[in-house]
């Protein structure tokens, strides 16, 4: 009889979480694609690391491109195949688009995994993609040594509705519609130690976090005061934000005060609850940011802490706020928060 791992955080060696490549890698890496110029119609590549590619195929129809996958965050294949699906997912809303369809991305270890259990990851991504209106119409699949599971996502946008990451304007206050702590509570998770009720709550929270759907991403396209947008992801709250600041020439600043987190996850940073990729990520742009003195490092760690299918960060002019987080909250948000506001001067991250 075939003996399988029902763990699937233990086969992924590299960890979950959405880690990715350092902004400083992946610019160096991307310095020798050709040159946007090269091809008119590609209204956004990789010049300002924004979510996801668009290219013009008519002038009221853009499409947009995209893949996301990484390896387990949690051992319930249904919830881990959620999560990733609205995480792929995640990257067309952010640049104002509504997703058409999905394709698969599926690595698995053969003779690890049951078979029962892959049905069932591919089973959640489909029933997210079912959520977002759309069908999973293809993929691919291979033996890997570990685990990864993903989508690549196409969308439409109308190209006068793209949101970019670089279109930010001094004095846009910043909005964050989902609390931040999934790398903590997926830290904690694989520690252990939490008990049994706590961690119950904390695997809910994560799971109802990761799993929903940033499609309020393609309303707030249609506001005309809402300027950029990108989703927090794997860089965490300060690489995102950076990105905007380069992207759009400007400074910002963060109010830590400000910032909405998932329950509990506060208390687990003081205790020292952290991901690796915390650590990585400050080491990459660290340099670029600025801490109000006596923060502490439980909430440095918060503010680059990466999170797997986390919310929208938008900017938006001051007048239009208002407008734009009645349609953030009617659309489920209820911890969506101004955290900030973006400001002139050279593209750095100020946290007051």
């Known amino acids: 009889m075939a003996q399988y791992d029902t763990r699937l955080t233990a086969l992924a060696h590299g960890g979950g979480c959405g880690c990715k490549l350092s902004p400083a890698v992946l610019h160096e890496l991307l310095a020798g694609l050709p040159m946007m110029q090269a091809f008119p119609d590609l209204l956004v590549g990789t010049e300002t690391g924004d979510d996801a590619a668009v290219y013009r195929i008519s002038d009221d129809q853009a499409v947009i491109a995209t893949t996301d996958f990484f390896m387990p965050i949690v051992d319930d294949p249904r919830d881990f195949g959620r999560i990733a699906a609205a995480n792929a997912l995640s990257d067309v809303y952010a640049m104002g688009g509504r997703p058409i369809m999905a394709l698969a991305i599926l690595g698995m270890p ?151 987190l998932l329950e509990g996850v506060a208390d687990l940073a003081r205790a020292g609850v952290r991901t690796g990729a915390s650590g990585r990520n400050w080491d990459s742009y660290g340099s670029d940011v600025d801490l109000a003195p006596g923060l502490a490092d439980w909430q440095r760690d918060l503010l680059t802490d990466p999170q797997t299918s986390g919310g929208l960060m938008v900017a938006v002019a001051s007048e239009g706020a208002d407008a734009a987080m009645d349609r953030i909250r009617a659309a489920g948000f209820e911890q969506a928060s101004v955290i900030g506001g973006m400001c002139e001067g050279a593209a750095h991250v100020a946290v007051i």
């Open 110 to 260: 053969l003779g690890k995994i049951a078979p029962e259990a892959v049905s069932a990851i591919l089973a959640g991504g489909a029933s997210i993609c079912a959520e977002a209106g759309i069908p999973v119409a293809g993929g691919h699949s291979i033996d890997a040594p570990e685990p990864i599971y993903g989508l690549a996502v196409i969308g439409l946008v109308h190209p006068d509705r793209i949101m970019r990451n670089s279109g930010a304007q001094a004095g846009d206050v910043l909005i964050l519609t989902k609390p931040l702590g999934v790398g903590v509570l997926s830290a904690a998770l694989k520690g252990g130690g939490l008990g049994a009720a706590a961690e119950q709550a904390a695997y809910a929270a994560l799971v109802a976090s990761a799993t929903k759907l940033n499609a309020v991403g393609a309303e707030l396209a249609a506001l005309p005061q809402v300027h950029a947008m990108t989703d927090i992801t794997g860089f965490g709250l300060l690489g995102h934000g950076l990105e905007m600041c380069r992207g759009s020439g400007l400074g910002a600043q963060v109010r830590f005060d400000a910032l909405p």
